[in-house]
């Protein structure tokens, strides 16, 4: 799994008026790792990342499919 980089981006600039601190803070995840994965500067398969959207999705009822991309 890995994170959907460009669907992230938008759901940020869409529910977080482009503010990836405040999605940051939302998903429990250090804004400056959220923000180099966004920049595609680190991997987008981090785990703590992942599983910080799949638990803001489930919060918040949205998919979490269209923001993380499974990997066969």
Do not use: P
């Amino acid at each position: 799994m890995e994170v959907n980089v460009e669907a992230i981006q938008e759901l940020i600039n869409e529910k977080f008026r482009g503010n990836v601190s405040w999605f940051a803070d939302e998903i429990q995840v250090d804004k400056t790792y959220v923000a180099s994965i966004l920049k595609h500067k680190r991997d987008a398969k981090s785990n703590k990342i992942i599983v910080g959207i799949i638990n803001y999705c489930k919060k918040n009822n949205l998919n979490y499919e269209s923001y993380i991309i499974f990997l066969q």
